[in-house]
């Protein structure tokens, strides 16, 4: 599945580039640098595994140098220095160069998130000045965030409905009563486990489940259906929950 972003304009590391009213004075200063800005955004750069997407540019915070932003930038190619992820706003299949679909390599996924980390980690700047410290500390953290999202089968579904603006909000995905009385034995089922057995047991049980349901989540994406993909994301829920549940009783 293909998702058309816009990338955000960026000034100075921070606040939107808005071109609105300006005085005389300023026109002729100004000018020459939105469009500088201007024309980088309006090519289009095709992503691997991505749609034409449009996007914007923003300067070096150390340099002050325009960095063209047609694939995600970690260093500045002219002064080599981190750059800021949050002026970038990653979609997180772009920020791993993977795929934006629901079946995975997830070993691709984790060799590319270690090879990030091995370079963005904080420990890799402790000589370096307070700025790019804290640009570290805050990409580190977005490649942590984006690597347990998407190496989660449930969370990634989650997240590909939500880069196309949906969720499974309670009330929003009206379930089948039969399903929710299943839910309610399944709960009881839980309850009464009084043995690591008979846990496991249920465990076992729940997992065969929710892979099926992965498949067909899977199918779902597949077939752009998304509205299929978010009644089967939220029955995933109620079962990953239940295993939850199980992790949380001590038995003897």
């Known amino acids: 599945m293909f998702v058309l972003r816009n990338w955000r304009l960026n000034m100075f590391g921070g606040g939107f580039l808005r071109i609105s009213r300006y005085s005389l004075n300023n026109v002729g200063r100004q000018l020459s640098e939105h469009l500088c800005l201007l024309n980088v955004d309006a090519r289009f750069y095709k992503l691997k595994c991505h749609s034409y997407a449009n996007f914007a540019a923003f300067k070096c915070w150390n340099c002050q140098t325009v960095v063209d932003t047609s694939v995600p930038r970690l260093f500045c190619k002219n002064c080599s220095l981190i750059q800021s992820s949050e002026q970038q706003n990653f979609n997180y299949f772009e920020l791993f160069n993977i795929c934006e679909q629901y079946d995975i390599d997830v070993r691709q996924l984790t060799l590319n998130f270690r090879n990030l980390q091995n370079r963005l980690h904080p420990d890799k700047f402790s000589n370096k000045s307070k ?81 099926n349901l992965y498949k067909e989540i899977s199918k779902a994406f597949n077939d752009n259906n998304l509205n299929e993909a978010k009644t089967l994301l939220s029955k995933a829920k109620y079962y990953s929950t239940l295993l939850e549940k199980i992790k949380e009783i001590d038995v003897q």
Request: aromatic share 6%; hydrophobic share 40%.
């Open 131 to 211: 700025e790019e410290k804290i640009l570290s500390e805050s990409f580190s953290s977005l490649l942590n965030k984006a690597y347990t999202t998407l190496v989660n089968p449930l969370l990634r579904g989650l997240y590909m409905l939500n880069v196309n603006g949906l969720n499974i909000e309670e009330g929003s995905v009206t379930m089948d009563p039969s399903f929710l009385g299943e839910i309610m034995e399944w709960n009881e089922q839980v309850e009464e486990a009084n043995t690591k057995e008979s846990l496991e047991n249920l465990k076992q049980n729940i997992d065969v489940i929710l892979i």
